[in-house]
């Protein structure tokens, strides 16, 4: 198993960028699909980037042409550049590893943007 952890959220502007990055510790990282979603207040959690282990990405609609997820198998890390953020972009962004139907899931970190 591997256990996720977040960083990289704060608050930023709209049109700012920031990048999120997850290092997950444990098992072998490179064969885990990694992802990234998002819940926002009253709101359900949502998909919102995920990698699998040979590379392929797919992107929540709300998300295409702004955010980017990309592994370093090397590092054990997924990242998130997230461009041309927007307020309703504002939520606890989780980072998700799967394998074998088990996920795995870090705490959260706070992404707010405001101005």
């Known amino acids: 198993q591997v256990q996720p952890v977040e960083f990289g959220g704060g608050l930023v502007q709209p049109g700012g960028s920031l990048r999120l990055s997850c290092a997950a510790s444990?098992?072998?990282?490179?064969?885990?699909?990694m992802g990234w979603y998002r819940q926002a207040p009253g709101k359900q959690r949502e998909l919102v980037a995920r990698?699998?282990?040979?590379?392929?990405?797919n992107y929540a609609d709300s998300v295409k042409g702004r955010f980017t997820i990309s592994r370093d198998d090397a590092k054990n890390t997924v990242y998130l550049q997230m461009n041309s953020l927007k307020p309703e972009d504002t939520a606890v962004y989780y980072c998700?590893?799967?394998?074998?139907?088990?996920?795995?899931w870090g705490q959260g970190t706070q992404v707010t943007v405001s101005s």
């Open positions: 998700n590893a799967e394998r074998a139907l088990k996920n795995y």
């Open positions: 990698i699998t282990s040979g590379g392929s990405t």
């Open positions: 444990g098992s072998i990282f490179s064969l885990y699909a």
